[in-house]
């Protein structure tokens, strides 16, 4: 079971028969015990979202990590990206309770080291799956102590903080959230109230039951409720994020779903002129428009695999003050190189207030090609899959497999991998025309479904 719930970069599974309190005790044992081998800080941040497994799982995990001499500091509900603060600010390492958009049946955890490191199976989950495996002998240490603290103001300030004073206050902007039950719906009141914005607020009530739709953004059917409230009140902006918040993906005021990748090149315009020359960072399923923009202002685009802390590690090899997912995760370096959906929220209302155009217009010069956006289909065997089709296009098309399969050619290119967290393949696909794109999207589609 440990092989099928500790995935590539945090844990997750069915609450019912696998995220259990007994496991999480477990894991917390486990944390404390590699926590020592890596002889980091002897505290450790535990963060929560509202689902209703997430305080009982918390609780028997910090019991796990006190009965190993452990300190904890439990800064309750949280965002995901509050954590990562909350481990950055107080340079701690930390985890987060939660399944983020997956649905109310599930749970997990995020871990990092101290300065918000991220924790993924390369970097000290298959340690502490051995641990778990083999038992970890009792502590001769004496029992840890267990506080509370709330740092939601403080995380408020620094992400203000971000940018020059009077960023928020040039122009008044309609903005709607969707917060889809999870927990933007505790962060971004206390954000919002800062900036000068009308705020018209969705599904801001928490609950872990998702009583509304599911909080997964990337998936169209969730986005139409933001979508009509935005038609309907006439927004400059919608913004819509995971049941976790670290993710964050923007409607225009024509209701229009604004690709990602758009979203990844106006941050990293706008760092390019605070950090000139600078590295950016985009995962290959990101728009070809990326590496563009990023060349055509100075900057150095660098490549990479999907996953939190594939990127992170990658930011820290090269320096780079930015890096962008096209699965709405945007990673900063002065946010302890972690993403933040807010964050990047605020990015996009920084240059809104700053300008007298609408998002569609600021974002037009960054939408040069045709994406099918990413389409999952389930699969017996992803690996299988992926070869078949690699066997049928590496003959005429260049292929790389940094993740998964990427196949590209002159006008068109298209990734298929492996999800790390379900039982999926995903298919993204760019062209430079709609007929194009359609035309790869379906033939790759139909070899899979054979």
Known sequence: MLDKIIKAYDIRGLVKDEITPDFSFSVG?????????????????????????????????????????????????????????????????????????NPAKYNGMKLCKSGARPVGKESGLQVIKDIIEKGAPISNRPIGKVREQDLLKEYVDFLIKQFPKKTFSKRKIKVVIDAGNGMAGFTAPAVMEKLNVEL????????????????????????????????????????????????????????????????????????????????????????KAVPEVIAEHKGRAIRSRVGHSYIKNLMAETGAVFAGEHSGHFYFKNFWKADSGMLAALYALAELMQSDGTLSELLEPYNRYFSSGEINSKVKDAQKSIKMIKEKYQSEFEVDELDGLTVTAKEWWFNLRASNTEPLLRLNVEAQTQKQMAKIRDSVLSQIKR
Request: glycine share 6%; hydrophobic share 40%.
């Open 29 to 101: 044992v486990a944390f404390a015990k590699f926590l020592e081998i890596e002889r980091e800080p002897g505290t450790i941040v535990v963060g929560e979202d509202m689902r209703p497994s997430s305080a009982p799982l918390a609780k028997a995990f910090c019991d796990g990590a006190t009965s190993q001499g452990m300190d904890v500091i439990r800064i309750g509900l949280s965002s995901t990206d509050m954590l990562y603060f909350a481990s950055g600010k107080l340079n701690l390492p930390g985890i987060m309770f939660t399944a983020s958009h």
């Open 200 to 287: 018209i607020p969705m599904y801001f009530e928490l609950d872990g039951n998702f009583p509304n739709h599911e909080a997964n953004p990337i998936e169209p059917d969730n986005l139409k409720d933001l979508q009509k409230m935005v038609k309907r009140h006439k927004a400059d902006i919608g913004l819509a994020f995971d049941g976790d918040a670290d993710r964050c993906f923007l409607i225009n005021e024509k209701a229009e779903l604004v690709n990602p990748s758009a979203l990844t090149a106006l941050i990293a315009v706008r760092e390019l002129k605070k950090n000139p020359k600078s590295a950016i960072i985009y995962n290959l399923i990101s728009s």
